[in-house]
């Protein structure tokens, strides 16, 4: 079984960093893309960045582009969200989920092509 435990989330300023965990463990992840998705009180679940496990291949969201960075370390089955220069907007509760078809040709941004999901970690940035 797939499980998915984030961690990292906090309360920061406005301009401010802070760096998401994602530790997966279950199986081997090679077939698998991992995103980060993030929940606004009000909001609808949004997709945020996502990485190809086999070989790092990225896509983000245009409004996190050039301020967060994901990445993966494949020794500690890890994925972390670098989030810098973060903004009020950016406050939300923070998943990751993991898609297990990540052969396919681009990586998905609907959440309901996510199969496994950690319980996620709230973000607040204050201004």
């Known amino acids: 079984q797939v499980q998915l435990v984030e961690s990292g989330g906090g309360l920061v300023q406005a301009g401010g960093s802070l760096r998401l965990s994602c530790a997966a463990s279950?199986?081997?992840?090679?077939?698998?893309?991992i995103g980060w998705f993030r929940q606004a009180p009000g909001h609808e679940r949004e997709f945020v960045a996502a990485i190809r496990w086999i070989n790092g291949d990225t896509r983000y969201a245009d409004s996190v582009k050039g301020r967060f960075t994901i990445s993966r370390d494949t020794a500690k089955n890890t994925v972390y969200l670098q989030m810098n220069s973060l903004k009020p907007e950016d406050t939300a509760v923070y998943y990751c989920a993991a898609d297990y078809r990540a052969w396919r040709s681009s990586i998905v941004t609907a959440d309901g092509e996510y199969d496994y999901w950690g319980q996620g970690t709230q973000v607040t940035v204050s201004s």
């Open positions: 279950g199986r081997s992840f090679s077939s698998y893309a």
